[in-house]
T-cell receptor, first 112, second 114 residues
């Protein structure tokens, strides 16, 4: 079973801190990785995608990919209460007909 | 203008009934999906269509039958509903190419089976 694993949390950080969210995947051939944010009662929305080893930054968000370790992370700098949500890691595995496999999500709470 | 729209947003029904959920996207995407999200937030793919052709059919009971009349529409019909079918069902679409993969989700349809 090809899987994406995340710590379910909850992860609680104070406002202004760095939140670190982690994800591992089982299929070494996976090439595309995504972080989605889902507010309670809402649909998931894409916040970051990453395809190459290393870091990718977008505003307060940094995605990190290490294919050798089969590890993806998301760092949120200067965390705000509005960042409180469930963060879903997803991977596209080869030969999957475009299927995205999601992790079970990490619930992040940013405390004012 | 809503990019991916689903109807209805809420369904409450009795076990054994049949229900349908409709989805439409106005993004011009070729691929549409049905995902099921359980109470623990686990989002799992059920079906995918590319240009009206079924390309992903996960291990889903055959009580679930998708139908895509055209590439902008994907419907889901569920027969003989069971308690375990209670979940939020998300429709999504994407336009595929190298290094893409962004899914655009509808608002979800919350199904409660009593």
């Amino acid at each position: 079973q090809k899987e994406v694993e995340q710590n379910s949390g909850p992860l609680s950080v104070p406002e202004g801190a760095i939140a670190s969210l982690n994800c591992t995947y089982s299929d070494r051939g996976s090439q595309s990785f995504f972080w989605y944010r889902q507010y309670s009662g809402k649909s998931p929305e894409l916040i970051m995608s990453i395809y190459s080893n290393g870091d990718k930054e977008d505003g307060r968000f940094t995605a990190q990919l290490n294919k050798a370790s089969q590890y993806v992370s998301l760092l949120i700098r200067d965390s705000q209460p509005s960042d409180s949500a469930t963060y879903l890691c997803a991977a596209r595995m080869p030969g999957s007909n475009y299927k995205l496999t999601f992790g079970k999500g990490t619930l992040l709470t940013v405390n004012p | 203008d809503t990019a991916v729209s689903q109807t209805p947003k809420y369904l409450v029904t009795q076990m054994g009934n049949d229900k349908s959920i409709k989805c439409e996207q106005n993004l011009g995407h070729d691929t549409m999906y049905w995902y099921k999200q359980d109470s623990k937030k686990f989002l799992k793919i059920m079906f995918s269509y590319n240009n009206k052709e079924l390309i992903i059919n996960e291990t889903v009971p055959n009580r679930f039958s998708p139908k895509s009349p055209d590439k902008a529409h994907l419907n889901l019909h569920i027969n003989s509903l069971e308690l375990g079918d209670s979940a939020v069902y998300f429709c999504a679409s994407s336009q595929e190419g190298l290094n893409t993969g962004e899914l655009f989700f509808g608002e979800g349809s919350r199904l409660t089976v009593l």
